[in-house]
T-cell receptor, first 114, second 113 residues
């Protein structure tokens, strides 16, 4: 069991460039989440998904899009990167069989936008 | 304003028990206490949660006082790999069902050889 994996681990973008972060989980979890973590700001939810083909906005969705075409994958897209999106991005997943707050996190993607 | 208080830092000797306290100024009947930790440069890791009874799993034990305003996370035999920031969360089970997690400042636990 690899758990939750994230690709890439590190990335540097120039302002205006686009990229996609990939999250994959092999635990057959229904729910998946994208968070960003910034010093002094804690963990903030960007988007989440309650199942294949469904997505919803979290608390800081602007500038990001997501897709969940397959149950095991949750993609986070940045269409036009901005320096304010420099952050560490974490993906998480959970099963519907446990409470909503027992989430399993990936190792993170460190993104720098210059 | 409801407030969760954790000591900013603690030290523990390797092999000894690490007892991490958490206090809530208020806590209601349907609010659970959750513990997560984050090892440096890694993603957060779920540890344990409880409502009013003490809980134990393969990672830790959770002791909750009768008034539920205080809890203690116990790592029975701390190892160097337990060095991390530990977050105590108060979560309303009847609140946001999709499960948005919000971390406060946490306690930096340093385990020494």
């Amino acid at each position: 069991n690899a758990g939750v994996t994230q690709t890439p681990k590190f990335r540097v973008l120039k302002t205006g460039q686009s990229m996609t972060l990939l999250c994959a989980q092999d635990m057959n979890h229904e729910y998946m989440y994208w968070y960003r973590q910034d010093p002094g700001m804690g963990l903030r939810l960007i988007h989440y998904s309650v199942g294949e083909g469904t997505t919803a906005k979290g608390e800081v969705p602007d500038g990001y899009n997501v897709s969940r075409l397959k149950k095991q994958n949750f993609l986070l897209g940045l269409e036009s990167a901005a320096p304010s999106q420099t952050s560490v991005y974490f993906c998480a997943s959970r099963t519907s069989q446990t409470g909503p707050y027992e989430q399993y996190f990936g190792p993170g993607t460190r993104l720098t936008v210059t | 304003d409801a407030k969760t208080t954790q000591p900013p830092s603690m030290d523990c000797a390797e092999g000894r028990a690490a007892n991490l306290p958490c206090n809530h100024s208020t806590i209601s009947g349907n609010e659970y206490v959750y513990w997560y930790r984050q090892i440096h440069s890694q993603g957060p890791q779920y540890i344990i949660h409880g409502l009013k009874n003490n809980e134990t799993n393969e990672m830790a034990s959770l002791i909750i006082t009768e008034d539920r305003k205080s809890s203690t996370l116990i790592l029975p035999h701390a190892t160097l790999r337990d060095t991390a920031v530990y977050y105590c969360l108060k979560i309303n089970a009847g609140g946001t069902s999709y499960g948005k997690l919000t971390f406060g400042q946490g306690t930096i636990l340093t385990v020494h050889p």
